[in-house]
């Protein structure tokens, strides 16, 4: 069977609306034959090219009648992964879903390992913006999500309620694992503090 006989047939059984990496087909042929197969199914309308190595299949809402548009959180996981990067929750949206703040984002924005820039997807772009390892620690977890709106909050901004309040969302052992995490000195004080809040 040919590489782009081998590509199409696997895409058939791929959910619709889902999307995935082109790498996923890295063991079927060179990178430019496999490009080249994706590139005439996407000219076939038989695939979509969501954003540059990422693809799905076409889906239309049953709804509306249109197309369905890739969900820009599942994108950037194919292309964090992609390219090996770890991608973390930006400590805006981490104190507003912690319920510190009801502020949205203007522009959506993570924290990657990667190098900062913009990624449209559809109609939606997002920000990636670099930050050191530090911050990417636990990442993807409720402690990454603790841990990234304490670095938000700051020094000035934290009190003991704040950090009580941040820390009540953790179970006794993701609070353990939020504690054993490389942070600066005033970080460790302030969840002292708020523990102790959190505990009288």
């Not at 590509?7 to 060179?30: L, Y």
């Not at 080249?36 to 799905?56: D, I, N």
């Not at 599942?74 to 949206?93: P, R």
């Not at 993807?140 to 009540?168: N, Q, R």
């Amino acid at each position: 069977m040919s590489i782009s006989a081998t590509i199409s047939s696997r895409i058939k059984r791929m959910k619709k609306g889902k999307p995935f990496s082109g790498a996923v087909f890295a063991q079927v042929g060179s990178r430019a034959a496999v490009h080249k197969a994706l590139s005439r199914l996407v000219q076939s309308g038989l695939l979509e090219r969501v954003v540059r190595g990422v693809y799905m299949r076409p889906k239309q809402s049953k709804y509306t009648g249109g197309r369905v548009r890739a969900s820009p959180l599942s994108v950037l996981d194919l292309i964090a992964k992609a390219n090996g990067e770890t991608l973390q929750m930006h400590g805006a949206e981490a104190i507003r879903r912690l319920g510190l703040s009801t502020q949205m984002q203007v522009l959506p924005t993570l924290y990657t390992s990667g190098y900062t820039r913009e990624i449209r997807i559809g109609n939606a772009v997002v920000r990636l913006r670099h930050v050191s390892s530090i911050r990417l620690q636990h990442a993807g977890t409720k402690i990454g999500m603790a841990l990234t709106a304490l670095y938000y909050i700051g020094k000035e901004g934290l009190s003991a309620p704040v950090v009580s309040k941040i820390t009540s969302t953790l179970s006794s052992e993701e609070l353990s694992n939020l504690q054993a995490c490389n942070m600066p000195e005033w970080m460790r004080s302030a969840l002292k503090l708020g523990n102790n809040e959190h505990n009288t």
